[in-house]
């Protein structure tokens, strides 16, 4: 587990791959538990350690989870998660690259300004299988679908994948890996949305790269990143982003 930042009120860390935030079905001991024990320990503290779930993360994606460390915390950070009130949050994304012309005009809009600073908009209406737990994308609303609206754009690009940068506008179920597959550009490892092949540990490689929001407390500004994971394809396309931003 990697701490990326804490203090009395919230504590920010960088989730691997395969980690699951909360318990579920499998058993599998969660995050928000080996937080907890962190705390315990680091701080000697007795009995219980309260420790708030504020978002989640997919098991196979990597990045940035932020915890409650107080009651007054999660209540407001909820708010705020809830409302997309003074949080901005940021995902990097290896995807595969389309032959020819990309798909992203069946469902993307861009200006040339939005190109330079926030990139495509994507809007579908996403309805959710349960028993596949998939989502699957539609370009005009269909019964029992959701809105779900995204940015992205294209920080570098490889011989077979391209490094998109991601903003969530709504928070819907699979909703990255499932707009992106619908222009043709499923997520590096992503079988369940189209990925030609998976990554040998399992994951995909989707990250929750950056957060910024107003602390729910100090109202200070926090901006956090997370490292880049340790892989070659992800340090290659990473450094290239940073070479032509």
Same mark, same amino acid.
């Given at each position: 587990?990697? @701490?990326?930042?804490?203090? *009395?009120?919230?504590?920010?860390?960088?989730?691997?791959?395969?980690?699951?935030?909360?318990?579920?079905?499998?058993?599998?001991?969660?995050?928000?538990?080996?937080?907890?024990?962190?705390?315990?320990?680091?701080?000697? #503290? =007795?009995?219980?350690?309260?420790?708030?779930?504020?978002?989640?993360?997919?098991? =196979?994606?990597?990045?940035?989870?932020?915890?409650?460390?107080?009651?007054?915390?999660?209540?407001? &950070?909820?708010?705020?998660?809830?409302?997309?009130?003074?949080?901005?949050?940021?995902?990097?994304?290896?995807?595969?690259?389309?032959?020819?012309?990309? #798909?992203?005009?069946?469902?993307?809009?861009?200006?040339?300004?939005?190109?330079?600073?926030?990139?495509?908009?994507?809007?579908?209406? $996403?309805?959710?299988?349960?028993?596949?737990?998939?989502?699957?994308?539609?370009?005009?609303?269909?019964?029992?679908?959701?809105?779900?609206?995204?940015?992205?754009?294209?920080?570098?690009?490889?011989?077979?994948?391209?490094?998109?940068?991601?903003? &969530?506008?709504?928070?819907?179920?699979?909703?990255?890996?499932?707009? $992106?597959?619908?222009?043709?550009?499923?997520?590096?490892?992503?079988?369940?949305?189209?990925?030609?092949?998976?990554?040998?540990?399992?994951?995909?490689?989707?990250?929750?790269?950056?957060?910024?929001?107003?602390?729910? @407390?100090? #109202?200070?500004?926090?901006?956090?990143?997370?490292?880049?994971? *340790?892989?070659? &394809?992800?340090? #290659?396309?990473?450094?290239?982003?940073?070479?032509?931003?």
């Amino acid at each position: 587990m990697q @701490v990326v930042y804490e203090d *009395n009120h919230i504590i920010i860390v960088n989730k691997e791959s395969g980690e699951i935030v909360q318990g579920d079905k499998t058993g599998d001991r969660p995050l928000s538990e080996i937080v907890k024990d962190y705390i315990k320990e680091k701080y000697q #503290k =007795p009995g219980a350690v309260f420790l708030g779930v504020v978002h989640r993360l997919d098991r =196979p994606v990597s990045g940035l989870v932020v915890f409650a460390r107080t009651s007054k915390a999660l209540t407001r &950070l909820n708010k705020m998660f809830a409302e997309k009130d003074n949080i901005k949050k940021t995902y990097w994304a290896i995807v595969e690259r389309e032959k020819g012309i990309v #798909k992203s005009e069946k469902f993307a809009t861009a200006t040339p300004a939005d190109l330079q600073n926030s990139g495509y908009l994507l809007e579908n209406w $996403l309805v959710r299988n349960e028993q596949q737990n998939k989502s699957y994308a539609y370009d005009h609303e269909v019964p029992r679908s959701k809105k779900a609206q995204l940015r992205y754009r294209v920080l570098t690009q490889g011989d077979n994948y391209d490094l998109v940068e991601v903003e &969530l506008l709504t928070g819907r179920h699979h909703q990255i890996r499932c707009q $992106l597959s619908a222009i043709g550009r499923p997520i590096k490892g992503d079988l369940k949305y189209g990925a030609r092949r998976s990554n040998p540990d399992g994951s995909i490689s989707l990250q929750s790269h950056r957060i910024e929001f107003v602390h729910p @407390v100090s #109202k200070e500004t926090i901006c956090i990143e997370a490292p880049i994971p *340790n892989d070659s &394809l992800w340090e #290659k396309l990473a450094e290239g982003a940073k070479l032509t931003s």
